[in-house]
């Protein structure tokens, strides 16, 4: 027996190297890294290739170990070099995504340390630096001092928690769910459609309220709707408003809706995924009135806050609510039970065990301060109005509602031809060039081409670079054509 002990022993402390071994991979994740990083500047934002990374399959689970050199080979020829580049300056497709150095290293601590960050008692300055964390962000959106939240793994999650947090307060249960009410407009982030989905309110009225002229939810139509939802004896339930819309960065009349909210009894619930960080812009504080009075906001760390994906945020202006969603006992857990100064994370979501998501936030924050992160916001909102303007220069151009945020849309109508497809021509030519990535979307059945600037690496040089690109592929197919 205790040969067989030590047998084992001596392979599984395979599992905890020494540290001449640590040091070498840590050289050599560094030097990978740091090519990554310095190669950024040339390499492109989009990349297809036949392979398309196939090749990753040689590297399947075996027995034997592998050495790591081989490991960052593969990773650089087959993830990174294929696909979207989220870390490069030149991807405004989509929503981009961030990527910021500190919270590499944050998660690097955490991934470390191991702190236990669901259970108070198990981590206590990990639960208060996360909890800081989510009260600074209740702070930053007005909030009082009983709204709390929860770090989630992204946008998605936040709304899908927010949903559940609103069927509980209100009590629903399966027998009302076919009565209840859930507005929302055409706009919204399909993300609303799978939260309900996921919350087992498939079975739920949705009731999409017109856009105005801009895009924007009708409040109007909203009352009117709610009106004759009660009078049908239904129960009109969740409103879900947009700040900053995917497609055009659209913000929903927030005032407007959080007055019906509040005379109708409604959830309000604001989807602030992407524009939710905007409020560290002073100059846009305006934009945000009524927010204050939203049962719910979604933020999204990951996008505005330039934060590598796997952080998004829920604020629930209530706490009470949140612990009535989620909170649960178990025998086992008893010793945590009254040993708490602070809410544990496991007390107000789905997760038990989770990641230490505190620390790849708060060191970033903590070591650029938040001044550079205020002026990028600023910075790309502008680097949006310019491009709106010059886009509007070139000849033949047309452009979508003026951003109220950093996505725009536009497109070019042709003298002769279908615009629809000499667009998604265009998009095809500036995505196989891959220096820049855009994405595109459909709205009213027009094709439009979209630039949503969020990446923290997007500066002038990559908007001048992209009207480069623009005009080139139009003054050669005008050329073609004669
Ligand atoms: C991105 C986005 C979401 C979804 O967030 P994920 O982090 O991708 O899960 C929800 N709503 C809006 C408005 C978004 O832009």
């Given at each position: 027996m205790i040969n067989k002990i030590k047998e084992l022993e001596k392979l599984s402390r395979l599992l905890d190297p020494k540290e001449s071994i640590r040091e070498q991979w840590n050289a050599e994740v560094l030097e990978y890294s740091n090519t990554f990083i310095n190669n950024l500047d040339t390499s492109k934002a989009f990349i297809q290739s036949k392979e398309n990374g196939k090749a990753i399959y040689n590297l399947d689970i075996e027995e034997q170990a592998v050495e790591l050199t081989s490991l960052l080979d593969s990773t650089t020829k087959n993830i990174d070099g294929v696909g979207i580049n989220p870390a490069s300056g030149g991807h405004m497709g989509y929503i981009p995504g961030g990527g910021l150095y500190p919270s590499a290293l944050g998660d690097y601590m955490a991934a470390i340390?191991?702190?236990?960050?669901?259970?108070f008692y198990a981590a206590p300055g990990a639960v208060r630096l996360e909890n800081m964390i989510i009260k600074w962000m209740c702070r930053l959106m007005g909030y009082p001092t009983t709204a709390f939240g929860n770090l989630t793994s992204g946008g998605s999650i936040a709304n899908l928690m927010a949903l559940v947090t609103a069927r509980e307060a209100y009590n629903l249960k399966a027998r009302d769910f076919e009565k209840s009410v859930i507005y929302l407009t055409k706009q919204a982030h399909h993300s609303i459609l799978k939260a309900i989905r996921i919350s087992g309110l498939s079975e739920a009225q949705l009731r999409y309220i017109p856009l105005d002229n801009n895009l924007k939810l009708s409040a109007e139509h909203l009352e009117t709707a709610i009106i004759e939802d009660k009078e049908k004896g239904l129960i009109p339930f969740y409103i879900n408003a947009s700040f900053g819309t995917t497609n055009t960065g659209t913000i929903d009349p927030l005032e407007a809706i959080a007055e019906i909210a509040k005379k109708h009894k409604l959830w309000f619930h604001v989807d602030g995924a992407y524009g939710g960080f905007f409020k560290l812009v002073k100059k846009l504080d305006s934009k945000f009135k009524g927010i204050t009075e939203a049962d719910s906001i979604t933020l999204d760390p990951h996008k505005t806050l330039f934060l590598p994906y796997g952080t998004g945020a829920v604020l629930i202006k209530d706490k009470e609510n949140l612990l009535k969603a989620y909170h649960c006992l178990a025998d086992y857990m008893q010793d945590t039970v009254g040993k708490e100064d602070e809410i544990s994370p496991a007390d107000i979501s789905a997760e038990q065990t989770k990641h230490f998501r505190g620390m790849r936030m708060w060191l970033p924050l903590k070591l650029f301060g938040l001044k550079p992160f205020r002026a990028a916001l600023e910075e790309k909102l502008n680097l949006t109005t310019y491009f709106y303007d010059e886009i509007q220069k070139l000849p033949g151009f047309e452009v979508g509602p003026e951003p109220e945020l950093s996505v725009a849309i536009f497109r070019y109508v042709p003298k002769d031809g279908d615009a629809n497809v000499f667009n998604r021509e265009l998009i095809e030519a500036i995505q196989t060039d891959g220096r820049i990535f855009l994405s595109s979307t459909n709205i009213n059945n027009v094709f439009w081409i979209r630039i949503a600037i969020v990446q923290f690496r997007t500066h002038l040089e990559q908007i001048d670079l992209l009207l480069d690109i623009i005009k080139k592929y139009i003054d050669d197919t005008s050329t073609e054509l004669n």
């Amino acid at each position: 027996m205790i040969n067989k002990i030590k047998e084992l022993e001596k392979l599984s402390r395979l599992l905890d190297p020494k540290e001449s071994i640590r040091e070498q991979w840590n050289a050599e994740v560094l030097e990978y890294s740091n090519t990554f990083i310095n190669n950024l500047d040339t390499s492109k934002a989009f990349i297809q290739s036949k392979e398309n990374g196939k090749a990753i399959y040689n590297l399947d689970i075996e027995e034997q170990a592998v050495e790591l050199t081989s490991l960052l080979d593969s990773t650089t020829k087959n993830i990174d070099g294929v696909g979207i580049n989220p870390a490069s300056g030149g991807h405004m497709g989509y929503i981009p995504g961030g990527g910021l150095y500190p919270s590499a290293l944050g998660d690097y601590m955490a991934a470390i340390s191991n702190r236990y960050a669901g259970v108070f008692y198990a981590a206590p300055g990990a639960v208060r630096l996360e909890n800081m964390i989510i009260k600074w962000m209740c702070r930053l959106m007005g909030y009082p001092t009983t709204a709390f939240g929860n770090l989630t793994s992204g946008g998605s999650i936040a709304n899908l928690m927010a949903l559940v947090t609103a069927r509980e307060a209100y009590n629903l249960k399966a027998r009302d769910f076919e009565k209840s009410v859930i507005y929302l407009t055409k706009q919204a982030h399909h993300s609303i459609l799978k939260a309900i989905r996921i919350s087992g309110l498939s079975e739920a009225q949705l009731r999409y309220i017109p856009l105005d002229n801009n895009l924007k939810l009708s409040a109007e139509h909203l009352e009117t709707a709610i009106i004759e939802d009660k009078e049908k004896g239904l129960i009109p339930f969740y409103i879900n408003a947009s700040f900053g819309t995917t497609n055009t960065g659209t913000i929903d009349p927030l005032e407007a809706i959080a007055e019906i909210a509040k005379k109708h009894k409604l959830w309000f619930h604001v989807d602030g995924a992407y524009g939710g960080f905007f409020k560290l812009v002073k100059k846009l504080d305006s934009k945000f009135k009524g927010i204050t009075e939203a049962d719910s906001i979604t933020l999204d760390p990951h996008k505005t806050l330039f934060l590598p994906y796997g952080t998004g945020a829920v604020l629930i202006k209530d706490k009470e609510n949140l612990l009535k969603a989620y909170h649960c006992l178990a025998d086992y857990m008893q010793d945590t039970v009254g040993k708490e100064d602070e809410i544990s994370p496991a007390d107000i979501s789905a997760e038990q065990t989770k990641h230490f998501r505190g620390m790849r936030m708060w060191l970033p924050l903590k070591l650029f301060g938040l001044k550079p992160f205020r002026a990028a916001l600023e910075e790309k909102l502008n680097l949006t109005t310019y491009f709106y303007d010059e886009i509007q220069k070139l000849p033949g151009f047309e452009v979508g509602p003026e951003p109220e945020l950093s996505v725009a849309i536009f497109r070019y109508v042709p003298k002769d031809g279908d615009a629809n497809v000499f667009n998604r021509e265009l998009i095809e030519a500036i995505q196989t060039d891959g220096r820049i990535f855009l994405s595109s979307t459909n709205i009213n059945n027009v094709f439009w081409i979209r630039i949503a600037i969020v990446q923290f690496r997007t500066h002038l040089e990559q908007i001048d670079l992209l009207l480069d690109i623009i005009k080139k592929y139009i003054d050669d197919t005008s050329t073609e054509l004669n």
